[in-house]
């Protein structure tokens, strides 16, 4: 045996002892949105959409209202996936809290140019069966948006209004997936 093939040959069993222990253990994983579980019970699909998501409490009129009806919205279509949602076995409460910061202000006029909306929404999934909580968690999502000038008002609001837009976005997808790893875990 020349020299390279004496290289070689610990390579091969190397790599024939990882494929085979990867085809051993496929059958162990499953998708977490799965239609069926491994033990061939009803999927993490079917059991977020048993989730009721609550109405977000928010003062009437203000962005944060805004951004509390857009966030039930994202719930309510990522949880169902569009269609109608199954009698609710947990509720999903989420207290959401708004901040604005000034990232860059202008020297000569002490205006901002850019800022920062952060979004943080408090959330609790509750077993309606007991009414006891079995999940409490925190998500966080920051985006920037610039403000153009002085004179453009209507650029500055439809940027923060998008920006917000964005968070809730982040949010929804975060709690969605939080919730999903818990209903697939089961503890």
């Not at 009437?60 to 609710?88: D, I, K």
């Not at 860059?104 to 140019?113: F, G, K, L, N, Y």
């Not at 079995?134 to 209507?154: D, H, K, W």
Request: net charge positive; charged share 20%; hydrophobic share 40%.
């Amino acid at each position: 045996m020349s020299l390279p093939e004496r290289r070689q040959a610990p390579r091969l069993l190397r790599a024939a002892v990882a494929i085979g222990l990867s085809a051993l253990l496929a059958g162990c994983f499953q998708p977490l949105y799965g239609e069926r579980s491994l033990t061939g019970g009803p999927g993490v699909r079917e059991a977020l959409a048993r989730v009721d998501v609550a109405q977000i409490d928010a003062v009437p009129g203000t962005q944060l209202a805004r951004s509390a009806v857009e966030l039930r919205n994202e719930l309510l279509f990522g949880l169902t996936g569009g269609s109608g949602s199954l009698p609710p076995t947990h509720s999903l409460k989420i207290n959401l809290q708004s901040t604005v910061s000034s990232i860059i202000v202008d020297p000569s006029t002490a205006r901002p140019e850019y800022e920062i909306v952060g979004l943080t929404a408090f959330y609790t999934l509750t077993e309606k069966s007991t009414n006891k909580a079995v999940f409490n968690s925190v998500a966080r999502a920051t985006v920037s948006y610039n403000i153009p000038g002085q004179q453009q008002r209507l650029s500055t609001l439809i940027g923060r209004q998008e920006s917000l837009a964005r968070a809730t976005k982040v949010l929804a997808d975060q709690i969605k997936t939080r919730v999903a790893s818990f209903m697939s875990a089961g503890t």
